[in-house]
C-alpha cells in the first residue's frame, strides 16, 4: 500500500466532519433536490437530481484526506464523475463563459471553491452513495463532491449549488488553500503547510473526540 501524504495518519472510522458552524447544521433534505446552476453563464437554472440518472454510474474507492491530518483509506463511492455531469449537464444547459474556477454550495450554507481544471479532473467525483449505502445526512446527502487528491474541504456535502467565476473565488478564511492540493501539502494560506500540519497534529485526539461524539439534533 502507498504511503500517506505527507503528514497524514490513517484513522478506521469517517466522522461527520466541519467548522463547527456548519457541522452542526443537519439539513432538510428536499422533496425534490435540485443544483443551482449559475454565476458567469449564458443560463442560469436548475437540474434535478433525478435528471443525473442519465449519465454513467461512476464508482470508485479513494482515500480521504482531512486537512486536520486524519485520512480515511478505503472509501466506496458511487455516484457520477463530475467531469461527466459537467459536460453533459452543466455546460449544455448553464452554458458557462470562460470560467476557470468553480464555487460549490451546500445545504448548510457552506460553500468552497476548486479551479475547473482540478474539478475536471480524473477521480472528482458527485457520489450519492457511500460503501453501498445511500449516502447519510451524515455524510452529505443527498450529493456531494468528492476530489480525492484535494484536503477534505474540498469536497462539499450536501451540495445544492455551482457557479461558475471568472477570478479566484477567494476563500472563507486563510485555514482554506485555494487549490488545497494534498500531494503539495497546500493545507491553508500565508504559511508552510508544516506549521498548519504541527497545529492541527496537536490538536487531534481532542478534535477526533468532539466529532466522533457529534449528535443530530433529536438523538439522545
Ligand atoms: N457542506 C459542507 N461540506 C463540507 C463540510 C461542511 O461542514 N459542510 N466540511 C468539510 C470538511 S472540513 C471535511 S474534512 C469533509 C468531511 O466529510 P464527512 O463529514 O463526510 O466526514 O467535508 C467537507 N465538506
Ligand atoms: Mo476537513
Not at 468528492?146 to 469536497?155: E, F, L, R
Request: proline share 9%; hydrophobic share 35%.
Amino acid at each position: 500500500m502507498l504511503p500517506l501524504p505527507p503528514g497524514q495518519v490513517e484513522i478506521p472510522d469517517f466522522p461527520r466532519w466541519g467548522l463547527p458552524e456548519y457541522v452542526l447544521r443537519w439539513p432538510e433534505i428536499p422533496g425534490r433536490p435540485v443544483l443551482q446552476l449559475g454565476g458567469d453563464v449564458r443560463t442560469p437554472c436548475e437540474v434535478g437530481l433525478e435528471e443525473l440518472t442519465s449519465l454513467q454510474r461512476h464508482e470508485q474507492i479513494s482515500e480521504f484526506h482531512c486537512v486536520a491530518t486524519w485520512s480515511r483509506r478505503g472509501l466506496r463511492w458511487s455516484g457520477y464523475l463530475f467531469r461527466d455531469f459537467y459536460e453533459r449537464v452543466s455546460v449544455p444547459r448553464a452554458q458557462p463563459n470562460a470560467g476557470a474556477y468553480l464555487v460549490l454550495r451546500g445545504l448548510d450554507e457552506y460553500w468552497t471553491s476548486l479551479s475547473l481544471d482540478d474539478a475536471l479532473a480524473e477521480e472528482v467525483m458527485l457520489a450519492d452513495s457511500l460503501d453501498g449505502d445511500k449516502l447519510s445526512v451524515e455524510h452529505g446527502a443527498p450529493i456531494r463532491l468528492v476530489a480525492p487528491a484535494h484536503y477534505g474541504y474540498k469536497s462539499a456535502k450536501h451540495l445544492c449549488g455551482l457557479e461558475v467565476r471568472r477570478d479566484p473565488p477567494g476563500t472563507k478564511a486563510d485555514t482554506e488553500h485555494p487549490r488545497g492540493r494534498v500531494a503539495r501539502e497546500e493545507r491553508g494560506q500565508g504559511r508552510p503547510g508544516r506549521e498548519f500540519r504541527a497545529m492541527y497534529s496537536a490538536a487531534l485526539a481532542s478534535m477526533l473526540q468532539y466529532y466522533r461524539n457529534l449528535k443530530r439534533p433529536g438523538d439522545s
